[in-house]
T-cell receptor, first 110, second 116 residues
Framework: TQLLEQSPQFLSIQEGENLTVYCNSSSVFSSLQWYRQEPGEGPVLLVTVVTGGEVKKLKRLTFQFGDARKDSSLHITAAQPGDTGLYLCAAYNQGGKLIFGQGTELSVKP | NAGVMQNPRHLVRRRGQEARLRCSPMKGHSHVYWYRQLPEEGLKFMVYLQKENIIDESGMPKERFSAEFPKEGPSILRIQQVVRGDSAAYFC??????????????FGPGTRLTVT
């Protein structure tokens, strides 16, 4: 079974701090996606990483795909209260279904 | 360009009633996916449809649940004889025709089903 494991599960930090969220698997994926979900809303696609070792930046968010394409990380610099939300990593499994990690619940306090 | 639309946003049903959830994909998208989200289980795939075809329903319970995506109109996820365990957020996502190694799916705002 291909699984995506995210850590930490919960993260509560002060505004201005940096943080990193991890998404790990024992399986190799052709691509990996990161979503952000706010309470009462659907997941919003942030980025897709495709190439091993790839780094993508989206303002204060930096996404990295591991060289072996088994893991990924999301780093947020100088977090703001508006970054609060559930961050989900996702990838297609061998059966062609999009599978999700359990998510990291981030709370940024002013 | 309107995003994925789902309605209703909130649905309350009594045990034994039927629930119908509707999803209109993004313009130009011909592929629809339904997911269920429970706090303790995360987001789980249920079914993948194209117009008039069910491609993969391996994540959908065999009984009481059905899905369709007719030639005209929205995709419908139908739950018959609802039970309390069906209470969850149901999300629809759409993507353009599969032609790439990876396909980006765009999610709707979800329907929160509460069974009383």
């Amino acid at each position: 079974t291909q699984l995506l494991e995210q850590s930490p599960q919960f993260l509560s930090i002060q505004e201005g701090e940096n943080l990193t969220v991890y998404c790990n698997s024992s399986s190799v994926f052709s691509s990996l996606q990161w979503y952000r979900q706010e309470p009462g809303e659907g997941p919003v696609l942030l980025v897709t990483v495709v190439t091993g070792g790839e780094v993508k930046k989206l303002k204060r968010l930096t996404f990295q795909f591991g060289d072996a394409r088994k893991d990924s990380s999301l780093h947020i610099t100088a977090a703001q209260p508006g970054d609060t939300g559930l961050y989900l990593c996702a990838a297609y499994n061998q059966g062609g279904k999009l599978i999700f990690g359990q998510g990291t619940e981030l709370s940024v306090k002013p | 360009n309107a995003g994925v639309m789902q309605n209703p946003r909130h649905l309350v049903r009594r045990r034994g009633q039927e629930a119908r959830l509707r999803c209109s994909p993004m313009k130009g998208h011909s592929h629809v996916y339904w997911y269920r989200q429970l706090p303790e289980e995360g987001l789980k795939f249920m079914v993948y449809l194209q117009k008039e075809n069910i491609i993969d329903e391996s994540g959908m319970p065999k009984e009481r649940f059905s899905a369709e995506f007719p030639k005209e109109g929205p995709s419908i996820l139908r739950i018959q004889q609802v039970v309390r365990g069906d209470s969850a957020a149901y999300f629809c996502a759409s993507s353009p025709p599969r032609g790439q190694v990876y396909e980006e799916q765009y999610f709707g705002p979800g329907t929160r089903l509460t069974v009383t």
